[in-house]
């Protein structure tokens, strides 16, 4: 069952009022979550991007194509946001790394279908409300035989750190359904995890692996005193992480 209403359009407004000192907060290799769990875990299933054809899906400030462009692949980056878009565009110009920024819609065709060694889709979908052609355009940006990566919140445990807080557990109602969940800049969208696996399935693609990072014990105690409840990262996986190659 489907609760929300909200256009791609009215969620890509929302997203061009993102402040400037968040993005600038996001820099060089993004807020703690993804420097402790997702871009490992991203890296590790991407393998050796040198000299790869990679195409960001949904790059927002751009941070994570500058990564891919720091370790030796040809990046074409695609975000519909404007003020996400001009800030990595901002970057480009300073660092002049070869990555093209693309202003455009996922759920449009984009340049270079079936052209991509990889396609990167990194805590995308969960944002766009109508997201299936956007998944369908991921997939037809790849060649025979490429590869996705795809992050997630993970649907299980999405709100992890505020339910820790509040119970030092984590608790659950509505999994099965499709609900927006409001957040401070723009809303998320919950989803099950089947309905994005069953989907990859119908467009051809093979699952390699469903990664859950956990957080480190290190790491967890080390921002203990600024985030309280962190040590829920340890025991939880708050991300999602679906590698799947084109058939």
């Known amino acids: 069952m489907t609760t929300h209403h909200r256009t791609n359009r009215a969620a890509i407004d929302q997203w ?20 402790h769990l ?18 960001d899906a949904g790059c927002g400030q751009g941070y994570f194509s500058r990564l891919l462009a720091d370790r030796g692949a040809h990046v074409t980056a695609v975000e519909p946001a404007r003020a996400l ?24 065709p984009l340049d270079g279908e ?40 993970h649907p299980a445990f999405e709100q992890l750190l505020s339910t820790w807080r509040t119970h030092g557990a984590y608790r659950i109602h ?16 919950h989803r099950p995890l089947s309905a994005y ?10 699952l390699r692996e469903l990664a859950e990072p956990g957080l480190s014990v290190a790491a967890a105690r080390d921002a203990e005193p600024t985030t309280p409840g962190i040590e829920s990262y340890t025991q939880l996986p708050n991300f999602a992480v679906i590698a799947a190659s084109l058939e």
């Open 114 to 153: 079936g052209e991509f060694d990889v396609v990167v889709c990194s805590m995308v979908l969960g944002t766009v409300p109508d997201w299936k052609p956007a998944l369908r355009s991921c997939v037809r940006a790849l060649r025979p035989g490429g590869l996705l990566v795809i992050s997630l919140n």
């Open 38 to 55: 997702l871009n490992p875990v991203l890296f590790r299933l991407l393998g050796d991007v040198r000299g790869r054809r990679v195409l």
């Open 16 to 35: 061009n009022t993102y402040p400037r000192a968040a993005m600038e907060a996001m820099e060089p290799e993004g807020d703690f979550a993804k420097r």
């Open 197 to 206: 696996l069953n989907e990859l399935a119908g467009l051809g693609c093979r």
């Open 85 to 108: 878009l001009d800030f990595a565009r901002e970057k480009e110009a300073e660092r002049r790394q070869g990555i093209r920024y693309v202003h455009a819609e996922l759920g449009q």
């Open 174 to 189: 509505r999994y099965l359904e499709e609900y927006e969940i409001p957040q401070t800049h723009a809303p998320d969208y």
